[in-house]
């Protein structure tokens, strides 16, 4: 089984909002992604989870902040996002983390479509 | 410099014709690896395949094959008699055990958009 489920599927915000994305897998990976995507665009990667702990923050502003609480589940925080940042937000997760001499496959979520207002 | 260059932008085909995506990659490391992914409009990446750079072996597995031609950096993906449901955009992507070791950051082409009309 190589599911990654997201929640919401849909979200709607205003800038001055607090919202939460959510990413679990049950697959035991150990790696698990952010990515964020524009329409008509391939998937940017934001951030890299290694064993629980942030490994890459690809310069990704600040009013996004992710946390991971265990090694099933991603969080992504948002506050006082801009009309811009609106877009699908992938999650991903790989069986073994990056820089360990294998490069694993990701799997992806189904996202989570934002619309900032 | 790593790259990816998916040179078609929309493909738009028949139902049972046959269909090439292509795919071209730019990389200095000699140990990387290919992958293909499907993105349907519910917007979900699903994993197609992947090949390391050792493995020159064509791959079929049913109605999709995949030709890796390192002399030509080209690793272009086959639907045989397409269908309806395979309507979709089509991502190459490219991950260099050196260049990305420690990110584990896939360089994606831009995408070919799939139409197969019934």
């Known amino acids: 089984d190589t599911e990654v489920t997201q929640t919401p599927k849909h979200l709607v915000m205003g800038m001055t909002n607090k919202k939460s994305l959510k990413c679990e897998q049950h697959?035991?990976?150990?790696?698990m992604y952010w990515y964020k995507q524009k329409a008509k665009k391939p998937p940017e990667l934001m951030f890299v989870?290694?064993?629980?702990?942030?490994?890459i923050n690809e310069s990704v502003p600040s009013r996004f902040s992710p946390e991971c609480p265990n090694s099933s589940l991603l969080n992504l925080h948002l506050h006082a996002l801009q009309p811009e940042d609106s877009a699908l937000y992938l999650c991903a997760s790989s069986p073994r983390s990056p820089g360990q001499g294998l490069q694993e496959t990701q799997y992806f979520g189904p996202g989570t479509r934002l619309l900032v207002l | 410099a790593q790259k990816v260059t998916q040179a078609q932008t929309e493909i738009s085909v028949v139902e049972k014709e046959d269909v090439t995506l292509d795919c071209v990659y730019e990389t200095r490391d000699t140990t990387y690896y290919l992958f293909w992914y499907k993105q349907p409009p519910s917007g979900e990446l699903v994993f197609l395949i992947r090949?390391?750079?050792?493995?020159?072996q064509n791959e079929i597995s049913g109605r999709y094959s995949w030709n890796f031609q390192k002399s030509t950096s080209s690793f272009n993906f086959t639907i045989t008699a397409s269908q309806v449901v395979d309507s979709a955009v089509y991502f190459c992507?490219?991950?260099?055990?050196?260049?990305?070791?420690?990110?584990?950051?896939?360089?994606f082409g831009q995408g070919t958009t799939l139409q197969v009309k019934p």
């Open positions: 697959m035991g990976h150990r790696a």
């Open positions: 992507a490219l991950l260099s055990l050196k260049g990305s070791s420690n990110t584990g950051k896939l360089i």
């Open positions: 090949r390391n750079s050792f493995d020159e």
């Open positions: 989870y290694s064993y629980e702990k942030l490994s």
